[in-house]
């Protein structure tokens, strides 16, 4: 309920950054992004991507994630 996302764009790379502000884990999110990229980098976390996915490890409580996606 208090999962703040922040994305920063350029023609290049994308960086998506993800604050759980909530006493809660964020369990296996997915973020969609809005189309496909060849690279990613995680900071934080561990993941994968698939296509225009990328699957992240748990998120912990008053925790953060961040990757940068890259064409």
Same mark, same amino acid.
């Given at each position: 309920? /208090?999962?703040? &996302?922040?994305? @920063? @764009? #350029? +023609?290049? =790379?994308? =960086?998506?950054? !993800?604050?759980? *502000?909530? =006493? #809660?884990?964020?369990? +296996?999110?997915? &973020?969609? !992004?809005?189309?496909? *990229?060849? #690279? &990613? %980098?995680? !900071? #934080?976390?561990?993941?994968?991507? @698939?296509?225009? @996915?990328? *699957?992240?490890?748990? &998120?912990? /409580?008053?925790?953060? =994630?961040?990757? +940068?996606? %890259?064409?």
């Amino acid at each position: 309920p /208090a999962l703040y &996302i922040q994305c @920063k @764009k #350029d +023609e290049h =790379a994308m =960086a998506v950054g !993800l604050w759980n *502000y909530f =006493a #809660d884990i964020v369990t +296996e999110p997915v &973020i969609e !992004l809005d189309k496909k *990229y060849s #690279d &990613i %980098r995680f !900071l #934080d976390c561990t993941g994968e991507l @698939k296509g225009d @996915k990328v *699957y992240l490890s748990d &998120i912990p /409580a008053f925790g953060f =994630a961040a990757f +940068e996606v %890259r064409s």
